[in-house]
T-cell receptor, first 113, second 114 residues
Framework: DAKTTQPPSMDCAEGRAANLPCNHSTISGNEYVYWYRQIHSQGPQYIIHGLKNNETNEMASLIITEDRKSSTLILPHATLRDTAVYYCIGRNAGGTSYGKLTFGQGTILTVHP | DVKVTQSSRYLVKRTGEKVFLECVQDMDHENMFWYRQDPGLGLRLIYFSYDVKMKEKGDIPEGYSVSREKKERFSLILESASTNQTSMYLC?????????????FGSGTRLTVV
């Protein structure tokens, strides 16, 4: 699985866009980039994933650079409930790993009023 | 709403006890996983299962075993609980093939071994 690097913490004002970066320079061609978040005392929650195209869903947008060495998760209008730890993960979609996820330390996003 | 249900939210057990943590999913997922989460260490994979009666060791299987007799149920067993197994335990499930939709996690069981 690709090693990912994220800043340990970030702040964002409520109502503004939160842009969370992730470096995954060793990602291989068949590894997807996944984003999860974990709100305090809850299990992680799936947000979005992508391979090489930009993706958008009701929660967020994912921008992946053309060389796939980095990506950015965008929460377009952050709210206080978006305060959480955000994990960027490289996941092998096949092979013998059976799609297991390896979580790093993540980024603690704090949204301020 | 689809979900992964863990039987207990909080659990306190004594050293040496045999502990069972139960996890049930209603999504007909083939893959199921057990993680533990500790401050500063993130989520670490203990065991996973890709089919009924099948199991694979994760990164930290020592001191644990698992059971998957039915597709929807995946149990984590601490054969003889020790204080260093005090942790948050998270169960998850996913489809077998492809990246579709990712994992669904349970709410976790906070286990304290005294």
């Amino acid at each position: 699985d690709a090693k990912t690097t994220q800043p340990p913490s970030m702040d964002c004002a409520e109502g503004r866009a939160a842009n969370l970066p992730c470096n995954h320079s060793t990602i291989s061609g068949n590894e997807y980039v996944y984003w999860y978040r974990q709100i305090h005392s809850q299990g992680p929650q799936y947000i979005i994933h992508g391979l090489k195209n930009n993706e958008t869903n009701e929660m967020a947008s994912l921008i992946i650079t053309e060389d796939r060495k980095s990506s950015t998760l965008i929460l377009p209008h952050a709210t206080l409930r978006d305060t959480a730890v955000y994990y960027c993960i490289g996941r092998n979609a096949g092979g013998t790993s059976y799609g297991k996820l390896t979580f790093g330390q993540g980024t603690i996003l704090t949204v301020h009023p | 709403d689809v979900k992964v249900t863990q039987s207990s939210r909080y659990l306190v057990k004594r050293t040496g006890e045999k502990v069972f943590l139960e996890c049930v999913q209603d999504m007909d997922h083939e893959n199921m996983f057990w993680y533990r989460q500790d401050p500063g260490l993130g989520l670490r994979l203990i065991y996973f299962s890709y089919d009924v009666k099948m199991k694979e060791k994760g990164d930290i299987p020592e001191g644990y075993s698992v059971s998957r007799e039915k597709k929807e149920r995946f149990s984590l067993i601490l054969e003889s609980a020790s204080t260093n197994q005090t942790s948050m335990y998270l169960c998850a499930s996913s489809l077998l093939v492809g990246p579709l939709g990712g994992y669904t996690f349970g709410s976790g069981t906070r286990l304290t071994v005294v």
